[in-house]
């Protein structure tokens, strides 16, 4: 298994930070008790749960008492937007996007099936949203408006508490998946419009399995998970105790360390972007220019593939991701690059490098030294060279055609 | 990560035949280019051929791909599989002989040697000047993924040539139904209406007339048998893939045959000889028929 590499796929997850191990391992080893028991093996771990939860209250500007732990954002996510539902019963419409992550659109398609109405707000060519939309599909029969802080894919922030404002002015819930923007960007629920907030572990340097829910204090909750009733009774379940003292850990460095890192990876980031949009032609960013988490860029290379940058890329140990089809699962490319009408010859080539604090000078000078000998090897292999080449007209207006 | 054999990830990082060859207008020579796929898919690929007209030999080949790992790398291993064939025998090599020579393709990634196989008959086409539109491909029939313009034809056709099974089959190997997902359904009927016109009308009748294999048949009964056959069970096939197959003549066990229509000409012949029609009289009249064509 290959160990060390060039590590430009933060947006996927992130490494776990070593003073977040150092601070976990005692509860995976010595103080293993379980926090609900009545004896004080476990309640000493029970204190340290409280204390993670205070630090994740920290870096939200939330009270602790409003802060839920999950298993991750896709959790959170789910039972959010459930609980919104449960307690309205009376409202059927839900507005979202159709740049979310699927952890909300997949949800929001069964919902249909289950007879919820949903808007899907479209985004234009920067990805961002059209508040006229919004406000057009704001009723009185709004449940609730599930919108993400930042995008996964191109980093694009939304301006969350101006749509906060417009949401409260209609009596809908407002939930807000911030699994990319927690930790870029600062937090204050206290000062927010926002109802129920999503954060994950494994995207700010805690372990993948971890995260937690911001929930609003009097914001009626129906809990997804039932059982034992930890949580207060919010999200029965063990609590995964490693995890959240690890998750605490994270959201305590990330505090510390948000201005400085943030700034830094900002500079690290737009050295890569502009070099790269400087000495290589035919490729352009993906997304708004300065409405953008600091560590995000997406980069489309004309008239070549995602998979085939990512593994030349990969030869040279250097992590990144894609937006086109063939790297992932589906057949289809990036929901969110569609969205935003991105066109095919740029769409199917668009790599995106996320950073992180741990991204250094010299990682970032060799992706610029290798790139561009990259991309000139897969172009001379294209059949593609330039917009004008009739068969790529001909053949992307007859695929959008035949796909209305 | 997908799972590439060392042998796809060596011909994609090493490809030794990407490029165009340019038409000098040397005498004897002809050079024709086939191109599948658009950008808006995924995947293209536009080949090149430099062939010697009087024997139809190809001397020359390069592609030009947009594509994955796996694009790549099946267009690499095309040329290598066709330099030197002459056109007919080129036409022989399938989709299946490209993955083979890769080692194997991750399921999810058999179009592309599909469009390997495709890009090949493109040209060859294109050199004999036969009209694509007139073969069975994406302008015929009723379009049933409309994420990626696949016809029903298509997906007939890729239904019988590879014995696939389930609507995942067929999005591995032409990805229709890999987009939204709408025409799943339409795909599982396709297949169940290929597989029904495999086994039913023929068995049916078979039993009705009593004709079991246990039962020499006269050579006036197989003759009206390898007939029956043809027409209910292999030409509905073949005419919706812009073919067709006319009996020719019957001596013993052998069965000659014209290939008829796209079938003429198209790259996977063998396999509608072999899969389509041989394959299916042995189950049905003797296992010892050898379909040849005339």
Redesign the interface.
Known sequence: MQKNCIYLDNNATTKVDPEVVEAMLPYLTDYYGNPSSMHSFGGQVKKVVNQAREQVAALLGADESEVIFTSGGTEGDNAAIRAALLAQPQKRHIITTQVEHPAVLTLCKQLENQGYTVTYLSVNRQGQLDFNELEAALTGNTALVSIMYANNETGVVFPIEQIGVRVKEHGALFHVDAVQAVGKIPMNMKASTIDMLTMSGHKIHAPKGIGALYVRRGVRFRPMLIGGGQERGRRSGTPNVPGIVGLGKAAELELLHIQEATAREKKLRDRLEQTIIATIPDCEVNGHSTQRLPNTTNIGFKYIEGEAILLHLNKHGICASSGSACSSGSLEPSHVLRAMGIPYTILHGSIRFSLSRYTTNAEIDTVLEVMPGIVEHLRALSPFKNDEAAWLQEQEQAVIGARG | ??DYTDKV?DL??N?KH??AIEDKGEPGIKVAVG?V??????????LHLKVEQDTEKILDAR??????????ASSEALIELIQGKTLDEALKVTNKDIASHLGGLPE??MHCSVMGQEALEAAIYNYRGIKREAHDDDDEGA?IC????ISESKIRRVIVENNLTTAEDV?NYV?AG???GSCLASIDDIIASVQQQAVTPVSASLNTNGQTSAKKLTSVQKIALIQRVLDEEVRPVLIADGGDVELYDVEGDRVKVILQGACGSCSSSTATLKIAIESRLRDRVSQNIVVEAV
């Open positions: 990560m997908w990830l994609f990082y490809p990407q490029g191109d796929g658009s950008i808006a898919c995924g995947d293209a690929l536009r592609f030009q791909t947009f594509g994955c790992t796996s694009a790549i999810a990634k379009l409309t994420c990626f313009g999005t990805k890999g987009g939204c």
